[in-house]
């Protein structure tokens, strides 16, 4: 009995683990789409200032994935990040539209290989959490029970996490766009509601069902998408 209960004590700790890598790694791979559709807004800018304020969002992005990924261990991805940096640190520094979209393009391509980098870190984490899973010794009933309840809020968790991941990178489109919008008609009071938006945590999607987190983003963009709708209207009566 005590063989068998390392052994789950054991593969718990390692689920654990690999679920705090994947957390880590989950809020890397968000800043890493901020970055890759800030990118994009700057080379679809039409004008040298856009083109400056996109790129200076991509790099702020980076620079909070260059952190993330510290706690990750997906130490692959940090030459993406670093030359990223680099790319649109040297974009900002240009005073002409071309050379600024000439090196924010190659921090496009950046933030695009940091994606797949990330893609690759969180497949091999899941490989290594199967074999692992697989190398266990067969468990008695009760502690059976018990290791598929654990199993279980990690699997909720982990879709949580990728749900959140993809709402976010589309609530930052939907951010895009509202932007772009409220400064092609200088509405001011569009631009108003665009504020920087708390990131959710671990523990508090801990604290809640895969539904309550679907239904809290959806809550996000409907307040967001009426709030942008209001204030364009607002600024048409003037």
Known sequence: MKVLMKNYLAFLAFSLISLGIQANCANAYASAGYSLSHAKK?????????????????????????????????????DPILDGIENLETALSQTEWDMG?????????????????LDICTTTETSEFEA????????????????????????????QLDFKRLAEIDIAHLEGSIRELATLFQCEKALHILKDRKMRTEEELKAESLEKTKAYYLSQVVSIHNKALFAMIECSKK
């Open 132 to 159: 692992s899973s697989e190398e266990t010794q067969e468990v008695v009933p009760d502690e059976l029970n018990t290791l598929a309840d654990e199993l279980e809020e990690v699997s909720t968790l982990k879709k």
């Open 101 to 117: 979209r000439f090196y924010t393009k190659k921090a496009l391509e950046n933030a695009q290989e940091l994606l797949n980098s």
């Open 42 to 78: 700057s080379m679809g800018a039409n004008n040298f200032e856009h083109q400056q304020y996109y790129a200076e969002r991509a790099l702020m992005a980076f620079e909070k994935a260059q952190a993330q990924i510290e706690s990750c261990g997906c130490q692959a991805s940090m």
